[in-house]
């Protein structure tokens, strides 16, 4: 299997900024997409921002401009530096990557969850 592991939340005051790191491991062939969500209290799971192992990006309305992900493939990580952080920012940050891993004596496709990592936007 496939295991992703956040890190970079914490708490920061409107108009600061953060790096968020989610960093795959595992018997990894190929990442597809990668990419980051969000879920705020009493709120669904959103999409953030993702990106694809050829480069596409996209971003949702309310982080365009602020927001911007990217990925090293090398280190099977992907990155999502936030600016100009809003209060309505403040959620549980939880990176997702797609694709295939061996399995010991066959390759399998994967959709993985990394635990998340709260940030939270307030003075």
């Known amino acids: 299997q496939v295991q992703l592991v956040e890190s970079g939340g914490g708490l920061v005051q409107p108009g600061g900024s953060l790096r968020l790191s989610c960093v795959a491991s595992g018997s990894i062939v190929r990442i597809n997409a990668m990419g980051w969500y969000r879920q705020a209290p009493g709120k669904q799971r959103e999409l953030v921002a993702a990106i694809t192992s050829g480069g596409s990006i996209n971003y949702a309305d309310s982080v365009k401009g602020r927001f911007t992900i990217s990925r090293d493939n090398a280190k099977n990580t992907v990155y999502l530096q936030m600016n100009s952080l809003k209060p309505e920012d403040t959620a549980v940050y939880y990176c997702?990557?797609?694709?295939?891993?061996?399995?010991?004596?066959?390759?399998?496709?994967?959709?993985?969850w990394g635990q998340g990592t709260q940030v939270t936007v307030s003075s």
């Open positions: 997702n990557a797609d694709g295939t891993y061996y399995a010991g004596s066959y390759y399998a496709d994967f959709g993985s």
